[in-house]
């Protein structure tokens, strides 16, 4: 079963003030499409995420002396 790490998500914290969080509209591993986005600008930057048909997902990753938000996921291709 493949396994894979998505690339980071980063934004800084101002960015996550005034834009919605770039998360892809499709696993950037195997190409499933998202079933929930969750980015909105009013959203607090920890409850931010995407999941996606594959099972992957984007959660937040804390980052407690750091300007730039973090958003990380891993992709089991084939699980379900
Ligand atoms: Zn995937």
Redesign the pocket.
């Known amino acids: 079963m493949a396994r894979?790490i998505l690339p980071e998500i980063h934004q800084s914290r101002d960015e996550t003030r005034t834009q919605p969080t770039p998360f892809p509209n499709t696993?950037p591993?195997?190409?499933?499409l998202a079933h929930r986005i969750v980015n909105d600008v009013d959203v607090l930057e920890w409850n931010r995420r995407a999941d996606?048909a594959?099972?992957?997902d984007y959660t937040f990753k804390s980052q407690i002396q750091n300007r730039i938000e973090k958003w990380w996921g891993v992709?089991?291709?084939g699980a379900d």
């Open positions: 894979t696993c591993a195997c190409g499933a996606y594959c099972g992957a992709c089991q291709e």
